[in-house]
């Protein structure tokens, strides 16, 4: 008998199966950090945690609330200098993979943080900001977004490119001097996007047990493109479930 889930539990057992084990992840708070310990309490114990606070091998034993939070200074391999962790882990490219969420995504894996609405002085409204995702996206060795879909996130135009995936195509990176491959997946609650190996434009790959392309299509901004035959992704297990469960559990007792 299969368990029952809700989107979100896919799409963060999507994004968590994504990560290999022993990689070294610079982790976004969120979404990423949630599927990121996921994976290190499941099939990826040896995931090296980064958070930008400076804690290199972090090992919380809840989610943590904030990259500020003392669990993960309490639990890492090291803490070191946020300066040290930019300027000779991140910049250098010592990095496997970023993990990343915004407000807004494009066609090309370009990432909003910081407002939308009118323009950077007088905005709808002021996001968090960049923080360190630019940089993320700029030099880890390939990155992975996670985002729930819908037609005002994933955009035709972002409002402001925090963080930029492929440009306006394929090319623009290299000629942008950015050291990293650029977003390899965005992991929604519908399914799978990939960037096409031509045009570097997100493409539907796989779908969630019981979502559509047409679902798909409709919750983004332009015309989304899909593979002629998109595969389905298996569903969470029992001990998936269980965890994440567990973790989400974890985060509401420490509030």
């Not at 606070?53 to 972090?58: E, F, H, K, M, Q």
């Not at 407002?115 to 968090?128: N, T």
């Not at 679902?215 to 493109?225: F, I």
Request: some cysteine.
């Amino acid at each position: 008998m299969t368990t029952e889930y809700t989107a979100d539990e896919m799409m963060t057992v999507g994004a968590a199966r994504s990560l290999r084990d022993g990689a070294a992840c610079f982790v976004g708070i969120g979404l990423p950090s949630t599927a990121a310990n996921l994976a290190r309490r499941t099939h990826a114990p040896d995931l090296v945690l980064i958070y930008e606070s400076g804690t290199l091998g972090a090992k919380p034993d809840r989610l943590p609330l904030s990259i500020g939070d003392g669990v993960l200074a309490d639990t890492a391999d090291s803490v070191i200098s946020v300066p040290e962790i930019f300027n000779y882990w991140l910049q250098p490219g010592r990095i496997d993979v970023g993990f990343l969420g915004g407000a807004q995504v494009d066609r090309f894996g370009n990432i909003n943080t910081t407002v939308i609405g009118g323009d950077y002085a007088d905005p709808k409204v002021r996001l968090p900001g960049a923080g360190g995702a630019p940089e993320i996206a700029a030099s880890c060795q390939e990155v992975l977004i996670v985002m729930r879909m819908s037609p005002r996130s994933f955009v035709d135009e972002l409002d402001f490119v925090t963080s930029v995936g492929y440009g306006t195509g394929k090319g623009d990176r290299e000629a942008l001097g950015l050291r990293g491959r650029g977003p390899v997946k965005v992991i929604t609650d519908l399914g799978v996007l990939e960037p096409d190996p031509e045009t570097c434009e997100l493409t539907l790959t796989q779908l969630s047990p019981g979502a559509t392309v047409e679902q798909a299509q409709a919750a983004v901004g332009w015309p989304l493109k899909a593979v002629a035959q998109p595969t389905e992704l298996a569903p969470p297990s029992e001990t998936e479930l269980a965890v994440l469960r567990e973790l989400k559990a974890t985060i509401e007792g420490a509030k």
